[in-house]
């Protein structure tokens, strides 16, 4: 009898304390990018007047640069706490996220962090200049003196992004890896990075919306995924060579199944597609409708935000006319041309 009730006791104990444990697991974290069904992108030319666009625009998303360029491109200045706060409202009084783009994989001349002597001789940890893109160098990602400029201080840009009120960080060059060598060591070397990253992030602003630009092979690791809200893809139908034509039906089905894997986890996609011709524009449409991914699409310069949003996500009209406010003689897309299906990563030597 008293075997018995020893296992009755000990049975009610292990229930009672799964019981409290399920009680106390947190919920699960809400994506703060489910609202958003139309989205614009623009990093260069964030002048009043295009800040003006922007708050007068009905889009429930725009991703811009942190910084307006002072004349010549020379040097950042920051937006202000009082500009993102405007471009946050819509005409209608309802809110707008207003996401900042922030480069991991790339230095770039005209940043705060960037030193005179550097034009002379570069660090060890910052390698060649981009062809594409005159003033961006390669670094080496996984450097601390490369991650401390990006956060982990005050003086970081995480750290300024937050202090003016961005919704959240749109992680651009995550991609830079493969420059060092498509291997496994290069892929978990930007997969530690976004981790430790987004954790810091919520650490500072715990509802910031993490999204991710291309990239997209790094997904097939739980911790990437873990660490993002969303995921945008530049070029998924169209323009990989950054010639308006259609992909390859391999690069898009490659890239199509892990977004697809990343939605059904609960990510958000977003797609941007640099397009003028009005077939293609309607294809991307039906295409992403289908997929249930929110597109955008407009000049590949990024220099001003497309036309109003139309029913269901679906960004129609051609760029907005306008002047152009401090325009960077360099005005360029950030993204490079793409890749192909990404190919297993090769194992390193040991």
């Given at each position: 009898m008293l075997l018995i009730w020893t296992w009755i006791l000990g049975a009610t104990l292990i229930?009672?304390?799964?019981?409290?444990?399920?009680?106390?697991?947190?919920?699960?974290?809400?994506?703060?990018?489910d609202g958003a069904k139309s989205w614009a992108y623009q990093l260069n030319n964030l002048g009043p007047a295009q800040q003006a666009r922007i708050a007068a625009s009905p889009y429930d998303l725009v991703v811009i640069d942190y910084a307006q360029s002072e004349k010549g491109d020379l040097i950042e200045q920051p937006l202000t706490a009082e500009e993102v706060?405007?471009?946050?409202?819509?005409?209608?009084?309802?809110?707008?996220?207003?996401?900042?783009?922030?480069?991991?994989?790339?230095?770039?001349?005209n940043r705060y962090y960037w030193k005179a002597?550097?034009?002379?001789?570069?660090?060890?940890?910052?390698?060649?200049?981009?062809?594409?893109?005159?003033g961006n160098f390669l670094v080496k990602y996984w450097e601390p003196v490369w991650q401390d400029f990006i956060f982990g201080n005050a003086q970081s840009y995480v750290d300024r992004?937050?202090?003016?009120?961005?919704?959240?960080?749109?992680?651009?060059?995550a991609d830079a890896y493969y420059r060092f060598g498509d291997t496994k060591e290069a892929r978990d070397r930007m997969a530690a990075f976004l981790v430790k990253l987004s954790a810091y992030i919520r650490s500072k602003k715990p509802?910031?919306?993490?999204?991710?630009?291309?990239?997209?092979?790094?997904?097939?690791?739980?911790?990437v995924v873990a660490a993002i809200d969303a995921i945008a893809k530049e070029d998924l139908i169209y323009g990989i060579t950054h010639r308006e034509e259609l992909n390859k039906r391999d690069d898009i089905d490659y890239s199509t199944k892990l977004l697809r894997d990343a939605q059904a986890a609960g990510k958000a996609i977003f797609v941007v597609e640099y397009l003028k011709n009005p077939k293609n524009i309607a294809d991307a449409k039906q295409r992403m409708t289908d997929l249930g991914f929110v597109l955008y699409y407009g000049p590949r310069g990024l220099f001003e935000i497309a036309a109003a949003p139309g029913a269901g996500g679906i960004t129609p009209g051609p760029a907005l006319d306008g002047v152009r406010e401090n325009a960077k003689p360099k005005a360029k897309s950030k993204a490079p041309v793409a890749k192909k299906a990404a190919p297993k990563p090769k194992a390193t030597a040991n």
């Open positions: 229930v009672a304390q799964a019981g409290g444990a399920e009680a106390q697991a947190p919920a699960r974290r809400a994506n703060p990018f706060a405007r471009m946050k409202v819509k005409p209608d009084g309802g809110k707008r996220l207003i996401i900042a783009y922030l480069s991991i994989g790339e230095s770039e001349d002597e550097w034009n002379r001789k570069r660090p060890a940890w910052m390698g060649a200049e981009s062809k594409e893109w005159k992004i937050v202090a003016a009120g961005f919704d959240g960080f749109y992680i651009d060059r509802d910031a919306g993490i999204m991710m630009q291309n990239a997209e092979e790094l997904l097939d690791r739980p911790n």
